[in-house]
């Protein structure tokens, strides 16, 4: 059974700081990585996504992902109450279709002011 | 939302009765799905749809059908709901050519009595 882990939290972190997000993920032949964000009652929304290994980076948020290790990091710089959210990782074994997806749980995040 | 609705957006309904869930897309994308997301479990695939009338089954299709005969709607019944089925479900939708870039519907909260 394939499986994606994340510690659901909640993890709380003081407005300005770094938030660290992890997920690690059991089938090697994963080959597609992404980060949703869900608030509260509604929708994922994809916020990254990372195919090799290193660091990608997108405004505030950097997507770290190591193969070897097997796992995938989140981070958000200079973090806002508004990104209290629950954040769901994904990993995909097949790039070109999206059925394979396979979904975390969630770490949720809560930004004290 | 990306042009995605969902009706009904709440329902309850009792054990047994037969129930169907609405995605319409606005984007004239090819692909849509049906995930479900539960308290621990993350989002799991239940059903989805590469154009009219084709369609496979996700990981959690059991007491599930689907039905798509026009590109912008696809329909999810539960054809004697369950107690189980008690869940928040989204429809999402991807383009042929990217399909792992999913866009979610707002969703349909079901409880089952």
């Known amino acids: 059974q394939k499986e994606v882990e994340q510690n659901s939290g909640p993890l709380s972190v003081p407005e300005g700081a770094i938030a660290s997000l992890n997920c690690t993920y059991s089938?090697?032949?994963?080959?597609?990585f992404f980060w949703y964000r869900q608030y509260s009652g509604k929708s994922p929304e994809l916020i990254m996504f990372?195919?090799?290994?290193g660091d990608k980076e997108d405004g505030r948020f950097t997507a770290q992902l190591n193969k070897a290790s097997q796992y995938v990091s989140l981070l958000i710089r200079d973090s806002q109450p508004s990104d209290s959210a629950t954040y769901l990782c994904?990993?995909?074994?097949?790039?070109?279709?999206?059925?394979?997806?396979?979904f975390g749980s969630g770490t949720r995040l809560s930004i004290r002011p | 939302d990306a042009g995605i609705t969902q009706s009904p957006r709440h329902k309850v309904t009792e054990t047994g009765t037969p129930v169907t869930l609405r995605c319409h897309q606005t984007?004239?994308?090819?692909?849509m799905y049906w995930y479900r997301q539960d308290p621990g479990h993350g989002l799991r695939l239940i059903h989805y749809?590469?154009?009219?009338?084709?369609?496979d089954k996700g990981e959690v299709s059991d007491g599930y059908s689907v039905s798509r005969s026009k590109t912008e709607d696809f329909l999810l019944t539960l054809e004697s709901a369950t107690s189980s089925q008690t869940s928040v479900y989204f429809c999402?939708?991807?383009?042929?050519?990217?399909?792992?870039?999913?866009?979610f519907g707002p969703g349909t909260r079901l409880l089952v009595l």
């Open positions: 999402a939708i991807s383009e042929r050519d990217n399909q792992e870039t999913q866009y």
């Open positions: 089938d090697r032949g994963s080959q597609s």
């Open positions: 990372i195919y090799s290994n």
């Open positions: 994904a990993v995909n074994s097949d790039y070109s279709s999206a059925s394979k997806i396979i």
């Open positions: 984007e004239n994308h090819r692909y």
């Open positions: 749809s590469y154009g009219v009338k084709d369609t």
